[in-house]
C-alpha cells in the first residue's frame, strides 16, 4: 500500500475542501513526506482522517477518555454557517496496491440540533483500477474485507501511528497481544497454513474414531485419551477467546460508564488519577506473574536451602573427622581385627589376650570404622563440599527473587490503597448519581481482575495439555505400526496423522523462525537508532511466543521495565520495521509508515537517527511534525539524506480554520526555526 | 471477491524445503492441503477432498510390504 492523495472536506478543522499528494516512492529514491503544523492546527486531524476513511474509526488510541460524543470529525464553522443544512464531510484516500489504484470515499452529515451537533454516516464506495484498466466499484459489504486483505486493521496501529504513543506497543494487555498476534499472522500469511492444519486435523479425527472402533485395545485406549486430550485443549482455547471477548465487553462497559461519570466535572481529575492507577497496577499483575513463573524454576533449589544448615553440620562433622585422621584411620580396621584373630602382630611378636599391646590394639580398633564406611563418608564430604558452595549463589538468587515479588506486591498493595482512597472520595462526592455509577464501575473492574486471572491459570493449563499431547502422540505412533501396516484404514490414519504432524512442526518451526527473524533484526535497528549510552546497555530484542517484546541488557537480563519511554518508542519503531522487512521477505514492505510526532520523547542523537534510518526501511515516510520538534536542524539532516521530497504546511487562518499549503524544501528550511529559538 | 491473499511464492519453497524430509506420501497430502486452504474453501470442504487424496496415497503400491 502506497498512500498517493487525501482529500478533506469539512473535517475537523479543514473547511472546504483540501488536499495533499503524498510523495509515493520513486527512482530518485525520495519517500518523505512532512506535513508540519503548530499544535492545534490539524495534524492529528489528518491521521484521523485516514483511519477514519480506511477503517471507519472515529477513535484513535491517543483520545483517552475522551467522550464518544466530543469526537465530532464535521467542521463546526462550516456548520455554524449553515445552522439549517445539513454539511457534508467528505474524507477520501487514494492509494496504490500490488499494481492496482483504489480510491476509497466515506463521508458523514453533520446536522445541529438544538445546540447538539449530530453526525450520521452517509456514504462509502470504493473503486480499484486494476492494472488492466477496468475500474470496479467494490459492493458495499465487500470494502471492509478489502482494506483489511491490504492493511490489518489489527495491525494497523503498527504503521499509521502517534509517535508519542506507539510505545505503548510494549504494554499491551493479554487480549491486545492476541488480537496483534492473529494480525501478525495475517500479515505474514500465515493463515493457510493454519487452515490447513484444521482440515488436516479433522480428517484425521473422523479415520481414528473408526479406527478405535476396530479392535486394537491398545490403540483405541491410546486415541481416546489423545481425542479427550485434543477436546480439552479445544475448550481452554475456546475459554481463552471467551475471557478475551468478557475482558473486551467489560473494559468497554467500563469506558461507558467513564463518560457518564465524566459528566460530573468537579470529580473529573479524580477519574482520570484513578484511570492511571488501575494501568499502573494492570503493568504490576503482569509484572508479578511474571516474577512467579520465574520463581516456579527456582523452587527445587529453594528446598535445598532448607536443609542447608543440616547438609552443613554433617560437612563439618565429617571434616573435623577427617583434621582429626579418623576418616581415613591411619589402620585398616580389616587389619587390626587380623591381629586380634590371630594374636600376631605385623612385627611377629604375639599379642596376648590382657597384654598392655593388646589393650592398645583394642583402643585402635574402637576408633576406626570400617573401609565402606569410610569411603561412602568421604564421598560424601566430597559430595558436600561441592554442594555448600552453592548454597550462597542459590540463596542469593532466591533472595533477589523473593524481594523483586515482595517489592511488587508490596508496589500493588500501595496502589489499591490509593485506588481505595480515589474511590472513597469519588463515592463521598455527594454526587448520589457518580455513586452508583462508580459502585458499578468498581465491580467491573474487580471481574476484568479475576478474569485476566483465569486467563492466565487457563494458558497455563493449555501448556500442560500440549506437553501431554505430544507424548500421547509418540506413544500413539509406536503403537500404529504395531497394530496395522497391512490395514487399510490403519494406513489412511497413519498418513493422516502424519501429514498433520508434519504441518503443525512445520508451523511451529516456521513461526519460530520467523520470531527469530524479528528479533535478530530488530536488534540490529535497535542498535542502529539508540544513542551511545543505550546501545551500551541495551543489547537485544526478544519477540515472546505472543509477540509481546522484552529487552535484555548486556548481563543478558530482562530490562523492559527499566528502560524510559523514549527507549521503548525507539524499540517499538525497531520492531514495526523488522516486522514489515520479514512481511516483504527482506525487501521494502509496500506499507507506509505513518507517524505523527514522533520525536517528541526523543534525544537529538535518537532523531537524527531516525531521521537517517527510516526512509531506507520503509517505502514512504509520511512524518507530521510540529514546530518544536522539527526544527531547522532537523531538516536539514533529512534534506541531507536526500529522501526529502514534499513539505506541507498547516497555516491557520482568519476564521480559525485550517489550510493547507505545499511549499517547495528550500521555503521549508527558512520557514522552520533554529534550536535557539526555543531556548 | 476473491481475496488476493496468498501464501508468498517463497513462503511456499520455504515448506517444501521443509517438507521435503518427509515420506512422499505425507509431503504430497500436507501441499494439497494447503494449496486446498489457499482456495479460500471452508475448512470441512478442504477436509472432505482430502479424504480422497489420502484414499488414493494409502493404497499399497506394487512390492509395498507395508
Redesign the interface.
Known amino acids: 500500500m502506497i498512500l498517493l492523495k487525501l482529500t478533506v472536506e469539512n473535517f475537523r478543522q479543514f473547511r472546504g475542501k483540501q488536499e495533499i499528494q503524498f510523495l509515493a516512492p520513486s527512482q530518485d529514491d525520495a519517500n518523505v513526506t512532512v506535513v508540519f503544523g503548530e499544535n492545534g492546527r490539524g495534524k492529528t486531524g489528518l491521521f484521523r482522517a485516514i483511519v477514519f476513511c480506511l477503517f471507519g474509526e472515529r477513535r484513535l488510541s491517543q483520545d483517552g477518555d475522551v467522550p464518544y460524543d466530543e469526537l465530532q470529525l464535521v467542521n463546526v464553522s462550516a456548520l455554524e454557517a449553515n445552522p439549517d443544512t445539513p454539511v457534508k464531510t467528505v474524507v477520501e484516500l487514494e492509494f496504490s496496491h ?1 499494481g492496482s489504484h483504489y480510491r476509497l470515499r466515506r463521508a458523514i452529515l453533520g446536522m445541529q440540533d438544538e445546540g447538539r451537533i449530530i453526525e450520521e454516516e452517509d456514504e462509502i464506495r470504493l473503486f480499484v483500477t486494476p492494472s488492466s484498466g477496468n475500474i470496479q466499484q ?2 458495499t459489504i ?1 470494502i471492509n ?2 482494506i483489511d ?1 491490504i492493511l490489518d486493521r489489527r495491525v494497523k496501529d503498527y504503521f499509521l501511528f502517534d509517535g508519542e504513543k506507539i510505545e505503548r506497543l510494549t504494554r499491551a494487555s493479554i487480549e491486545q497481544r492476541r488480537e496483534i498476534s492473529a494480525g501478525i499472522r495475517n500479515l505474514l ?5 493454519e ?6 486435523g ?2 484425521t479425527r ?2 481414528e474414531k473408526e479406527l478405535s472402533g476396530a479392535s486394537h485395545e491398545e490403540l483405541s485406549r491410546l486415541l481416546k485419551r489423545l481425542g479427550d486430550n485434543e477436546e480439552e485443549q479445544a475448550r481452554a482455547r475456546k475459554r481463552l477467546d471467551e475471557l478475551a471477548d468478557e475482558i473486551r465487553l467489560a473494559r468497554q462497559e467500563i469506558d461507558k460508564t467513564d463518560k457518564e461519570l465524566d459528566k460530573f466535572n468537579e470529580i473529573r481529575h479524580l477519574l482520570e488519577r484513578r484511570k492511571s492507577l488501575e494501568q499502573e497496577l494492570g503493568e504490576l499483575e503482569q509484572q508479578a506473574t511474571e516474577a512467579l513463573s520465574e520463581m516456579k524454576n527456582i523452587v527445587c533449589k529453594a528446598s535445598a536451602l532448607i536443609v542447608a544448615p543440616t547438609v552443613i553440620n554433617v560437612y563439618e562433622h565429617i571434616d573435623h573427622q577427617k583434621q582429626k585422621g579418623e576418616i581415613p584411620s591411619e589402620i585398616r580396621r580389616d587389619l587390626i581385627e587380623k591381629i586380634l584373630e590371630e594374636k600376631l602382630c605385623i612385627c611377629g611378636s604375639s599379642v596376648c589376650e590382657g597384654s598392655d599391646a593388646y589393650t592398645h590394639i583394642i583402643e585402635w580398633l574402637k576408633r576406626t570404622s570400617d573401609v565402606s564406611t569410610q569411603d561412602a563418608a568421604l564421598n560424601l564430604w566430597r559430595y558436600l563440599s561441592e554442594v555448600r558452595n552453592h548454597f550462597s549463589d542459590d540463596a542469593d538468587l532466591v533472595e533477589k527473587k523473593l524481594q523483586q515479588y515482595g517489592n511488587i506486591r508490596s508496589a500493588i498493595a500501595n496502589i489499591n490503597r490509593s485506588l481505595e482512597n480515589v474511590s472513597n472520595q469519588i463515592g463521598t462526592s455527594e454526587r448520589h448519581d457518580a455513586t452508583k455509577l462508580d459502585d458499578h464501575r468498581k465491580k467491573l473492574q474487580d471481574n476484568i481482575i479475576s478474569l485476566e486471572a483465569n486467563a492466565r491459570v487457563t494458558q497455563s493449563q493449555l501448556e500442560q495439555l500440549q506437553q501431554e499431547n505430544d507424548r500421547l502422540r509418540a506413544l500413539l505412533k509406536e503403537e500404529k505400526l504395531k497394530v496395522g ?2 490395514d ?1 484404514l490403519s ?2 490414519s497413519i ?2 496423522r ?2 498433520q504432524d ?2 503443525n ?2 508451523y511451529s ?2 513461526t519460530r523462525e520467523i520470531k527469530d527473524m524479528i528479533s535478530e533484526s530488530a536488534t540490529l535497528l535497535f542498535r542502529e537508532l539508540l544513542d551511545h549510552e543505550g546501545r551500551e546497555n541495551l543489547k537485544t530484542i526478544i519477540v515472546n511466543e505472543d509477540y509481546s517484546l522484552q529487552v535484555l541488557d548486556r548481563y543478558k537480563k530482562p530490562f523492559l521495565a527499566n528502560i524510559s519511554a523514549g527507549q521503548r518508542q525507539i524499540m517499538s519503531i525497531s520492531f514495526i520495521a523488522a516486522l514489515a522487512r520479514i512481511a516483504a ?1 527482506g525487501s521494502k514492505i509496500e506499507i507506509p509508515l505513518f507517524m505523527d510526532t514522533p520525536f517528541g520523547r526523543l534525544s537529538y542523537e535518537h532523531r537524527q537517527n531516525l531521521i537517517n534510518q527510516v526512509p531506507t526501511f520503509a517505502s514512504q515516510w509520511i512524518l507530521l511534525a510540529t514546530d518544536t520538534e522539527f526544527r531547522r536542524q532537523e531538516a536539514q539532516l533529512l534534506k541531507n539524506s536526500g529522501k526529502w521530497g514534499k513539505f506541507f504546511m498547516l497555516r491557520s487562518t482568519q476564521d480559525g480554520n485550517t489550510e493547507i499549503v505545499e511549499q517547495d524544501i528550500s521555503s521549508a528550511l527558512a520557514i522552520l526555526r533554529d534550536e535557539e529559538a526555543y531556548q | 471477491m476473491t481475496s488476493e491473499k496468498s501464501l508468498l511464492p517463497d513462503v511456499n519453497t520455504l515448506i517444501e524445503d521443509k517438507l521435503a524430509g518427509y515420506p512422499e506420501n505425507v509431503r504430497e497430502l500436507a501441499l494439497k492441503a494447503i494449496q486446498l486452504a489457499e482456495s479460500q474453501q471452508s475448512e470441512a470442504a478442504i477436509a472432505d477432498q482430502l479424504q480422497t487424496v489420502i484414499r488414493r496415497l494409502a493404497k499399497p503400491s506394487e512390492g509395498d510390504t507395508l
Open positions: 500490488r467494490i459492493p465487500e474485507e478489502v486483505s500469511n500465515v493463515d493457510a497454513l487452515t490447513a492444519i484444521k482440515a488436516v479433522r480428517v473422523g479415520l501396516r497391512n487399510e494406513r489412511r498418513l493422516a502424519d501429514a508434519a504441518l512442526d512445520i518451526q516456521f521477505k
